[in-house]
C-alpha cells in the first residue's frame, strides 16, 4: 500500500493539469466566496443572512474542480492505456482502488482547508461593513463558535467527498468526458429538479436526496431547523452517495480487464 500510495502521488503530482485544478480549487472558491460576502446586505436586525454560509459560497465552483481532478486521475489512465502498467506494478486492484483514494483525499483535504480558511476569513474583514454587526445580531466569523466551525469542517469534508464520489464514478464508466458529465448531472440537476417540482413534499424529498443539497446543509449556521434536512445528516446522505459510487467503481475495477 505505501509503494502504491507513492506512485500514485508522483503520477497526480508530475502532471501539470493536475496542479492547475488544485489552484482553481483555492481560487474558485476564495474568488467566488468573497464576491458573495462583498454583494450581500444586512440592512436591519432578523435580515435573515447568514454569513458562514455566504462566505462559503465558492466552494459550489471549487467542487468543479474537485471533481474534474479525481475523474482525471482515473480517467487519463484510461484514456493514455497507463492503467494496464498500474495494474500490472499493483495487481491487487483493491490496493490500486485505496491508494488512489488516499492520495485524493489528503490533496483535497490540504487544498480545501486552504480555500476554507481563506473564504472565512474575507468574509469576516468585508461582512461587518456589508451590516453583518453585533447590531443586527451577527458576530464576527470565528472558528470559536461552534456553527462557524461545523460549516468550516464540513464544507472541508463535503470537498473531500464529491472527490470519492467521482473518483468512484470515473472508475465505473472509464470516460473522462462522461464521468464529468454525471457528476455534475448529479450535482445540479437534482437543485433544479426541486424548484421545478410543484409539490412541496417532493421538493424536499428530492432537496434530502440530492448529494449537493444535503451534503452543503452542514454550512447552515442561522436558522439550523429551517433546511430539509439536519447539517451533519446531509453530509451523511453525501457520504453515502460516496460510498455507493466507490463501492460500484472498485467491483467493476475487479470484473473487468484494464
Not at 136 to 156: D, F, I, W
Not at 186 to 202: E, I
Amino acid at each position: 500500500m505505501r509503494r502504491a500510495g507513492h506512485a500514485e502521488w508522483t503520477k497526480l503530482r508530475t502532471d501539470t493539469a493536475n496542479a492547475w485544478l488544485v489552484l482553481s480549487l483555492v481560487a474558485l472558491t476564495v474568488a467566488v466566496g468573497a464576491g458573495v460576502a462583498m454583494s450581500s446586505r444586512c440592512d436591519a436586525p432578523g435580515c435573515g443572512g447568514d454569513p458562514a454560509r455566504l462566505s462559503l459560497t465558492g466552494v459550489m465552483a471549487g467542487q468543479v474542480a474537485v471533481a474534474v481532478l479525481a475523474v482525471l486521475t482515473v480517467g487519463n489512465e484510461y484514456g493514455t492505456g497507463m492503467m494496464r502498467t498500474t495494474l500490472t506494478a499493483v495487481p491487487r486492484r483493491l490496493t490500486v482502488l485505496s491508494a488512489k483514494a488516499a492520495v485524493l483525499t489528503a490533496v483535497t483535504l490540504a487544498a480545501a482547508t486552504v480555500s476554507v480558511l481563506g473564504s472565512l476569513l474575507i468574509g469576516r474583514l468585508v461582512e461587518p461593513g456589508r451590516g453583518f454587526t453585533r447590531e443586527h445580531g451577527y458576530p464576527a466569523l470565528s472558528l470559536t463558535e461552534g456553527p462557524t466551525l461545523r460549516a468550516a469542517a464540513g464544507s472541508v469534508l463535503y470537498l473531500a467527498l464529491i472527490g470519492l464520489l467521482s473518483l468512484g464514478l470515473a472508475l465505473a464508466v472509464r470516460n473522462s468526458a462522461t464521468a464529468v458529465g454525471i457528476v455534475l448531472a448529479l450535482l445540479f440537476v437534482f437543485p433544479v429538479l426541486a424548484q421545478v417540482v410543484a409539490d412541496p413534499d417532493w421538493q424536499r424529498h428530492l432537496q434530502q436526496f440530492a448529494p449537493m443539497t444535503a451534503g452543503l446543509a452542514v454550512q447552515t449556521t442561522v436558522g439550523i431547523g429551517r433546511p430539509p434536512i439536519g447539517p451533519w445528516q446531509g453530509l451523511g446522505v453525501l457520504a453515502l452517495w460516496a460510498v455507493a459510487a466507490l463501492t460500484a467503481g472498485g467491483r467493476l475495477l475487479r470484473l473487468r480487464d484494464a
